[in-house]
């Protein structure tokens, strides 16, 4: 049996037990049918076409707290315009009857095309202008997370429009990361680049708190999604290894015993850590060792995914790894009292468990975690997690705390904690709506199947 029809087994089993407990009075339509309202008018109806630049190309960087365009530089990063051109291409096939998505489509990947891939050494540039002119003196380096979410939009695009353009592309982004980023010694992909793509070796005086030279977690969850995402599009030998190998890697070496990512690691894998160095080290240096509870849930989620595009059958050991950490971010990272996964935790030395560092609740993290709350439900209808009501408590969290009903898309963390976001910027070079728009795509397509 694949992944999808061990998801289908798990809910016949729990339909059918539900309905002679006769305990189930829950209208997964309605739900449903709410949350596509919210993506649709509230997220998408609000972002485009509004966000296509016409003038200069690509999408607009950055909005007003009441989703008014920024008269200011509009400075435009790969991961922005790949994330709007992933989302435009996603809504042209979810939606076909909104032309303007399959417009937009093609408007940000000629923006991604003519003006972030480097024509002279090849990958994307991680920020141009807002006409599209490198800002190197800004942005020095090219990055492994921003080439990956280039993949990721090209791939999409190209299962959204047929443009061979876009597969031509692609293809070749891939085959530069795979000749200046991936690591043939150690396996994964080297995060930090110059321009002609040669990888940086983190110098000797580099200040303690800084990430450059290191591998990642964040790098490699987003690789592996991209290669996912291709994978689907592009059945390539090559690219089935490293998407292999890098689910392998994320699986059972980022993830620690605990059931936690580390975030930042030497080239050969070896965590960094600060915690044999006192609290005060700890702190200093939280940035690079720290729980993520956002990133925890969302891995649990695309690892598998990855193995479903991958058609490994009866992948237990991917499924008891996910399971295992969300469950560690619902023991430890879970508000009890409002929903919501809080930002970040700790383990000091000494202490059996997690001690939350910062209780904020950004938004991506909420948007992903109904998502891979609403699969664990699936998977493990009878779990005394109860995932299901796991999953509805933080979408009436969302409801009340992120999405702004007056505005339109959501405040960038939960007003519970932050209620200064109401007036916060809307959108920037790192807040966008792709993370919303895939985990509500998601919930409300699993809500339908069942």
């Given at each position: 049996?694949?992944?999808?029809?061990?998801?289908?087994?798990?809910?016949?089993?729990?339909?059918?037990?539900?309905?002679?407990?006769?305990?189930?009075?829950?209208n997964y339509a309605e739900i449903a049918d709410q949350m596509e309202k919210s993506l649709k008018e509230n997220l998408l109806g609000?972002?485009?076409?509004?966000?296509?630049?016409?003038?200069?190309?690509?999408?607009?960087?950055?909005?007003?707290?009441?989703?008014?365009?920024?008269?200011?530089?509009?400075?435009?990063?790969?991961?922005?315009?790949?994330?709007h051109l992933w989302s435009n291409s996603k809504a042209a096939k979810r939606y076909p009857e909104e032309a303007h998505y399959k417009e937009g489509a093609k408007h940000g990947f000629e923006f991604l095309r003519d003006k972030m891939w480097d024509h002279e050494h090849g990958g994307f540039y991680q920020l141009v202008s807002r006409s599209g002119q490198p800002l190197l003196e800004k942005s020095p380096f090219k990055t492994a997370y921003g080439n990956s979410f280039g993949i990721y939009a090209l791939a999409a695009y190209f299962g959204a429009t047929g443009d061979s353009a876009g597969l031509d592309l692609v293809i070749k982004a891939f085959h530069w990361l795979e000749e200046k980023s991936h690591d043939p010694v150690h396996k994964g992909y080297f995060q930090h680049l110059a321009q002609d793509g040669t990888p940086i070796i983190r110098p000797a005086d580099t200040p303690s708190t800084s990430d450059l030279g290191y591998k990642d977690q964040n790098?490699?969850?987003?690789?592996?999604?991209?290669?996912?995402?291709?994978?689907?599009?592009?059945?390539?030998?090559?690219?089935?290894?490293?998407?292999e190998e890098m689910l392998l890697l994320v699986r059972d070496t980022i993830v620690n015993e605990k059931g936690s990512l580390v975030l930042f690691?030497?080239?050969?894998?070896?965590?960094?850590?600060?915690?044999?160095?006192?609290?005060?080290?700890?702190?200093?240096?939280?940035?690079?060792?720290h729980v993520s509870y956002g990133h925890d849930v969302e891995t649990a989620?695309?690892?598998?995914?990855?193995?479903?595009?991958l058609g490994w059958e009866n992948d237990e050991v991917t499924l008891t790894i996910a399971k295992k950490m969300v469950d560690h971010a619902l023991e430890h990272g879970w508000d009890k009292d409002k929903a919501g996964f809080f930002d970040e935790g700790y383990y000091f030395p000494g202490e059996e468990k997690p001690r939350i560092i910062k209780d904020s609740k950004?938004?991506?993290a909420q948007s992903e975690g109904m998502n891979t709350l609403l699969m664990m439900a699936?998977?493990?209808?009878?779990?005394?997690?109860?995932?299901f009501g796991k999953?509805?408590?933080?979408?009436?969290?969302?409801?009340?705390?992120?999405?702004?009903?007056?505005?339109?898309?959501?405040?960038?963390?939960?007003?519970?904690?932050?209620?200064?976001?109401?007036?916060?910027?809307?959108?920037?070079?790192?807040?966008?709506?792709?993370?919303?728009?895939?985990?509500?795509?998601?919930?409300i397509d699993r809500l339908r199947s069942w």
């Open positions: 049996m694949n992944l999808k029809t061990i998801l289908l087994s798990s809910f016949l089993l729990s339909f059918l037990s539900c309905q002679e407990k006769e305990v189930s009075t829950i609000t972002w485009y076409p509004k966000a296509i630049d016409l003038d200069s190309g690509g999408y607009f960087s950055n909005f007003t707290p009441d989703f008014q365009i920024k008269d200011n530089s509009q400075e435009k990063m790969i991961v922005t315009q790949a994330r790098s490699s969850i987003h690789l592996l999604e991209a290669l996912t995402e291709l994978y689907e599009v592009w059945k390539d030998p090559l690219l089935k290894e490293r998407l690691l030497q080239p050969d894998w070896t965590p960094v850590s600060f915690q044999d160095q006192g609290e005060a080290e700890i702190m200093k240096h939280k940035s690079l060792d989620y695309l690892i598998l995914e990855s193995s479903h595009v950004n938004w991506w699936e998977l493990f209808p009878d779990d005394p997690w109860d995932y999953f509805e408590a933080l979408w009436q969290y969302n409801q009340d705390y992120l999405i702004d009903h007056e505005h339109g898309d959501w405040f960038a963390g939960g007003l519970d904690k932050q209620p200064q976001l109401k007036t916060g910027d809307k959108g920037h070079v790192w807040k966008a709506n792709y993370h919303q728009f895939r985990a509500m795509q998601g919930c």
